[in-house]
């Protein structure tokens, strides 16, 4: 079946390390995308990538860093900068810009 | 500035009853894209639909229908005979054209539909 994974569904962090979460995508889609979500809030963009090998800062890029180095893959480091990093992110993808997204199962990292 | 308003944040209702769900938007790109996504408990968004800013036909798509008015930039969704499977956080969102904005979604806060039985 076509679609988004993540991985893993839960994760646990210690204060001052990094993490990195899994996206990967069998649709064929040029764009992905990471979206943080907080309890009772929309969702915030943090990087997205039209392209393998570029990617752009979206509107909450301090702390995280990402890589695009094969289409189907749009991993995200959350990196011991990231002052408060406790949320459900989420990964998307999409044919091209200002087309629909489809979104994985997302991530729930809670920072111990 | 808040580019995706949806200013109910809950709405409960009992089996069978219709809900209107609000979302204003704001751009001053003259092509964006609009779209609705549904959340349920599990978490992963849903896509409802797209429409972009010159087709302002309404739609229906079963108990699903949305209206879309540019002349107060809403785009209002409605579900009909709502049923307890309905129970999710419905998100409304934009896309704009310029090239600051490629493909970035910008979502409203969510407006959370509770339907009891």
């Known amino acids: 079946d076509g679609g988004i994974t993540q991985s893993p569904k839960y994760l646990f962090r210690k204060e001052g390390q990094n993490v990195t979460l899994s996206c990967e995508q069998n649709l064929n889609h040029d764009a992905m995308y990471w979206y943080r979500q907080d309890p009772g809030q929309g969702l915030r963009l943090i990087y997205y990538?039209?392209?393998?090998?570029?990617?752009q800062k979206g509107d909450i890029a301090e702390g995280y860093s990402v890589s695009r180095e094969k289409k189907e893959s749009f991993p995200l480091t959350v990196t011991s900068a990231q002052k408060n990093p406790t949320a459900f992110y989420l990964c998307?993808?999409?044919?091209?810009?200002?087309?629909?997204?489809?979104f994985g199962p997302g991530t729930r990292l809670t920072v111990l | 500035a808040q580019k995706v308003t949806q200013a109910q944040t809950e709405i409960s209702v009992v089996e069978k009853e219709d809900v209107t769900l609000d979302c204003v938007y704001e751009?001053?790109?003259?092509?964006?894209?609009l779209f609705w996504y549904k959340q349920p408990p599990s978490g992963e968004l849903v896509f409802l639909i797209r429409r972009n800013s010159f087709d302002e036909q309404n739609e229906i798509s079963g108990r699903y229908s949305w209206n879309f008015q540019k002349s107060t930039s809403s785009f209002n969704f409605t579900i009909t005979a709502s049923q307890v499977v309905d129970s999710a956080v419905y998100f409304c969102?934009?896309?704009?054209?310029?090239?600051?904005?490629?493909?970035?979604?910008?979502f409203g806060a969510g407006t959370q539909v509770v339907v009891t039985p």
């Open positions: 990538s039209q392209i393998v090998n570029d990617f």
């Open positions: 998307a993808s999409s044919i091209a810009g200002g087309n629909e997204q489809f």
């Open positions: 969102a934009l896309s704009e054209d310029g090239t600051d904005s490629w493909g970035k979604l910008q």
């Open positions: 751009t001053r790109d003259t092509t964006y894209y």
